[in-house]
């Protein structure tokens, strides 16, 4: 029986579209209680005292908890650099300050949410304000540091350093440079944070919560609440979207905390909680925003000789995953394309923005805009198609990357782009490629130009630099003469991308056993072993092995007569190594995936809006698992980046978010999205995935905005070097070119 490669229906199809699927919203326990979270909402400043008195003393209050009551007041996935609840008496040095908006102060429990809001409310609170800093070149100053204990403002600086670039600039005929800017971005998951915290019947710290890598919550709470790893349960109900922004704690460890402490104190009550949409913009990370400095060399004939790069990542107050976000843009940044002569400085800095972390393609959508940028300038300053320029330096089989490794086998970024190009309207003559004849001009509409661009990039598959790699799955036969039911224990987060239905899927597959036979124990970290989160484009790929491994081992014990037969197996990749401190040559991924886009747009010259007539995607998934998935996964990134090129625009003025609402912070509705995605699903196998898949849930975000741009410099003449594009921004541009 095949069951890799089939548009199975989604196992949670039924109960999202019947309303029977619960999120961690829904869920209610018998006597709950209800927690409001009093967040700092200013950008820095030290806390002087905290008077919670009148709050205590409203009926209905529970307790009110502050940095006094959380054992051990630090968390963090790279650095334990924040604080649990900032304020006084704190087990961790600084904790008295506030860093940005988000920073949470004090937790109020109470007998309902009205009672806790009133009860926050009434909470007093000293500050005293400290300068803000909110511009990255000001943080790098370091006039004010905003963590004393680490003595500067930047916390990560990254080397690239292959070949003599020096001479290859001096010998160039062609010199390109640019500065560009990209964007924060907010995730705008329709499922805000929340969730419930409770004791469970083993005497657990147990909480029902949205989040991307299950045991990672785990480690966080047992961490902060200085406890066992056994006694701390996490598990997740559907999830409503994350898109990275749920690798970061937002509601995970107060939640544990207050039921804990209600448990000290004698009170067994869940403690549930629900953040409003104001709340979740200010109280979780967003996409960094990045800036580039950036010159490349080429020859005539059109080969890229060097390129150099410095760029600047705004970490926000806390570090979050912003080293592991700036090692994929450091990496990114000279694109797809072997180029012997790279120099790349890249820095990742404090400021009292709100924090910026994990997001869709993880510093890859940043790193892929000022490099298809640079080689767009380059076709231009050429001469030279922009699709045969890539053709004649993308990466290759052995082909060195700029840290100076080959990638591993199955590198298919020049037949990505072929497909793409074709599709486009490029074709392949004896000059080489060659765009085909557009028309910039509307004939029916005279204000309207349209515009063709391109771009293209590579994406790591699974955890990068070093970072430990694995990924573990359990499967149990039951049955006496044949097998009648499979159980698969798998611990990987489901977050809306359809990762439960490949593990079905893929058990399926390996079993031989019907998908009816099979069920799924996911997402609980009583019964699981860790997956790994989901991001990194990883999920299939590691799951995949893991499932595989566990099924093979399962099987060969119930060949030997073993009844049941249960098996646990832990997938290891190949290692990763760090970038070297002075060169940065290291081994940095295991696997990639890689994509090619053309955009047609069409720009009204009046009014500026802009229009995506057409989106052509090719994305090598090495194998569709579930193809229909894919198609979903590729048109949902290409909304998503639209928005993040054209339309959100995340406003903070001097640290102080402005856009705390989806009426003000607008992303794409039914009428914003492209008229037409044509999603090529290509499939060349990766030598070590599942059955030959690679991941693709990243993918097709990175090169979307650099097409855009690409597209309204043909419409129109003008680039645009930092983004979104808003119509007022494009008729500025439109009405500035005109007058010069």
């Known amino acids: 029986m095949k069951f890799v490669g089939q548009s199975i229906p989604r196992v949670d199809a039924l109960s999202k579209v019947t309303g029977q699927a619960l999120y961690p ?34 009926e209905g209050v529970i307790a009110v908890l502050t940095a006094r009551d959380v054992p051990n007041n630090e968390y963090g996935l790279i650095y334990p650099d924040q604080p649990v609840l900032c304020g006084p008496g704190s087990t961790k040095p600084f904790a008295d300050r506030v860093r940005f908006v988000g920073d949470q102060v004090a937790l109020v429990i109470a007998d ?30 370091d006039n004010v540091i905003l963590h004393p204990d680490r003595g500067t403002n930047t916390f990560c600086h990254y080397r690239i350093r292959k070949g003599d670039i020096d001479r290859a600039f001096e010998t160039a005929d062609v010199i390109v440079e640019g500065e560009y800017r990209t964007p924060a971005q907010e995730h705008a998951y329709l499922q805000p944070e929340a969730g419930l915290g409770f004791i469970d019947e083993e005497g657990r710290v147990t909480i029902y919560v949205a989040g991307q890598w299950t045991h990672e919550d785990q480690e966080q709470i047992a961490h902060a609440l200085d406890l066992p790893l056994d006694r701390v349960r996490v598990i997740y109900p559907a ?102 002569n790279v120099r790349v400085d890249s820095y990742a800095v404090y400021t009292n923005n709100i924090p910026n972390g994990a997001f869709r393609g993880f510093g890859g959508p940043q790193g892929a805009f000022a490099a298809e940028m640079q080689i767009n300038k380059l076709a231009l300053a050429l001469d030279m198609d922009p699709v045969e320029l890539r053709m004649r330096n993308l990466l290759k089989e052995g082909s060195l990357l700029s840290v100076g490794t080959p990638l591993p086998r199955g590198v298919s970024i020049t037949q990505v782009l072929e497909k793409c190009a074709l599709a486009a309207g490029w074709k392949h003559t004896r000059e080489g490629w060659k765009k085909t004849d557009f028309n910039t001009r509307d004939e029916t509409n005279p204000v309207i130009r349209k515009g063709l661009g391109i771009a293209c990039a590579f994406k790591n598959v699974g955890f990068s630099f070093g970072a430990p790699e694995q990924c573990w799955a359990t499967v149990e036969l039951q049955g006496r003469d044949e097998i009648e039911r499979a159980i698969v224990y798998h611990a990987g987060a489901d977050c809306g991308q359809g990762a439960h239905t ?44 893991a499932i595989r491994g566990a099924a093979q081992a399962a099987l060969a014990k119930w060949k030997d007569e073993e009844r049941p037969a249960r098996a646990t197996y832990q997938y290891r990749p190949p290692k990763t190594t760090p970038y070297d401190p002075e060169t940065g040559k290291s081994e940095p991924n295991f696997a990639y995936g890689y994509v090619a886009e053309a955009v047609e747009i069409s720009i009204d010259m009046e009014t ?7 989106v052509i995607c090719a994305d090598d998934v090495g194998k569709a698992v579930n193809p229909q998935q894919v198609q979903g996964q590729i048109e949902g990134a290409v909304v998503q980046a639209a928005g993040y090129a054209l339309m959100e625009n995340f406003i903070q003025e001097n640290a102080v978010p402005k856009t705390t609402t989806l009426s003000t912070y607008l992303i794409p509705t039914v009428l914003d999205i492209p008229k037409k995605v044509e999603s090529l699903i290509l499939e060349y196998p990766d030598p070590i995935g599942p059955y030959g898949a690679r991941g693709m849930g990243e993918m097709p975000y990175l090169p979307l905005t650099p097409a855009i741009i690409d597209a309204i410099h043909h419409a129109t003449g003008i680039w645009f070097h930092e983004f979104p594009v808003l119509p007022e921004k494009m008729i500025s541009a439109i009405k500035k070119n005109q007058a010069s």
């Open 502 to 545: 490949v593990f079905l899927q893929m058990a399926a597959e390996a079993l031989d056993l019907p998908i009816d036979k099979i069920s799924l124990v996911v997402s609980d970290t009583a019964f699981t072993q860790t997956s790994g989160s989901a991001s990194a484009s990883r999920m299939t790929f590691m799951a995949g092995n």
């Open 25 to 58: 919203g829904d869920i209610n326990l018998p006597n709950q209680a209800y927690m409001k979270i009093l967040f700092a909402g200013r950008p820095h400043a030290i806390i002087r005292s905290i008077d919670t008195s009148a709050a205590e003393s409203l």
């Open 112 to 141: 309902t949410e009205i009672i806790a809001e009133k009860a926050r409310d009434l909470i007093r609170v000293d500050y005293e304000d400290l300068p803000v800093v909110s511009d990255i070149f000001e943080s790098i100053q």
């Open 239 to 340: 999830i409503g979207g994350a898109f990275g922004g749920r690798e970061d704690m937002s509601v995970q460890i107060v939640l544990a905390l207050a039921a804990w402490r209600l448990h000290q104190k004698g009170v067994d009550r869940p403690v549930k909680i629900i953040w409003s949409r104001e709340e979740s913009i200010i109280g979780h990370h967003k996409r960094h925003p990045y800036y580039f400095k950036t010159r490349w060399a080429a020859t005539r004939d059109g080969k890229i000789t060097a390129a150099e790069v410095k760029c600047i990542a705004d970490g926000g107050a806390y570090a979050y995953t912003s080293t592991k976000v700036l090692g994929n843009a450091t990496l990114m940044c000279t694109g797809p394309y072997e180029i012997p």
């Open 608 to 614: 500026g809006q802009i229009t995506l007539d057409k």
